[in-house]
T-cell receptor, first 113, second 112 residues
Framework: DAGVIQSPRHEVTEMGQEVTLRCKPI?????LFWYRQTMMRGLELLIY????????DSGMPEDRFSAKMPNASFSTLKIQPSEPRDSAVYFC???????????FGPGTRLTVT | QQPVQSPQAVILREGEDAVINCSSS?????VHWYRQKHGEAPVFLMI?????EQKGHEKISASFNEKKQQSSLYLTASQLSYSGTYFC?????????????FGQGTTLQVKP
């Protein structure tokens, strides 16, 4: 298996622009998680889906952030408009119900100038 | 809600031992441990379940004290490859699905 795939790996954009991050989970996994990692705040869970349905989005920082999972093999995290404080590494992870190990993708390093 | 890890950082010589602790203010169903090397994604190490069951892939041991709401990760005879940041995650359920809340991490550096 190719593992969790994320794209792009690096994104540099200007403040105010829309950013879309993409994730393909491991085939057969039914849970998908979006995390943000910064030095100051550590590894934060933004939102997670189970069977393509958003279960908990309490970690989404603001309305500027939105996430979708239109099918079992694809999810997006969108930031519109982006701000410099959104600069971070964004990880997508997937897991099956049992075992509950989370497999992380390589991450997208986002820089907003 | 976030579990607390200690120490924040450890520096070891190859072959030395280390213990990383994780404690929670909430009752724990399970504790998960991950390791992240610099510039890479976190990688699963093990799960400790209530009742003593462990699931893991590496020769790293851990304990889970349900009463004290604590877990400890034991790194014995450390190798250079053990360097990285270790995160514990505690599981919170919503219906039939769960999410992990990660601690702030413990940075381990193993020197030759």
């Amino acid at each position: 298996d190719a593992g969790v795939i994320q794209s792009p790996r690096h994104e540099v954009t200007e403040m105010g622009q829309e950013v879309t991050l993409r994730c393909k989970p491991i085939s057969g996994h039914n849970s998908l998680f979006w995390y943000r990692q910064t030095m100051m705040r550590g590894l934060e869970l933004l939102i997670y889906f189970n069977n393509n349905v958003p279960i908990d989005d309490s970690g989404m920082p603001e309305d500027r952030f939105s996430a979708k999972m239109p099918n079992a093999s694809f999810s997006t995290l969108k930031i519109q408009p982006s701000e410099p404080r959104d600069s971070a590494v964004y990880f997508c992870a997937s897991s099956s119900t049992d075992p509950y190990e989370q497999y992380f993708g390589p991450g997208t390093r986002l820089t907003v100038t | 809600q976030q579990p607390v890890q200690s120490p924040q950082a450890v520096i070891l010589r190859e072959g030395e031992d280390a213990v990383i602790n994780c404690s929670s203010s909430k009752a724990l169903y399970s504790v998960h441990w991950y390791r992240q090397k610099h510039g890479e994604a976190p990688v699963f190490l093990m799960i400790l379940l209530k009742g003593g069951e462990q699931k893991g892939h590496e020769k790293i041991s851990a304990s889970f004290n349900e009463k004290k709401q604590q877990s400890s990760l034991y790194l014995t005879a450390s190798q250079l490859s053990y360097s990285g940041t270790y995160f514990c995650g505690t599981e919170i359920y919503s219906g039939n699905t769960g999410k992990l809340i990660f601690g702030q991490g413990t940075t381990l550096q193993v020197k030759p």
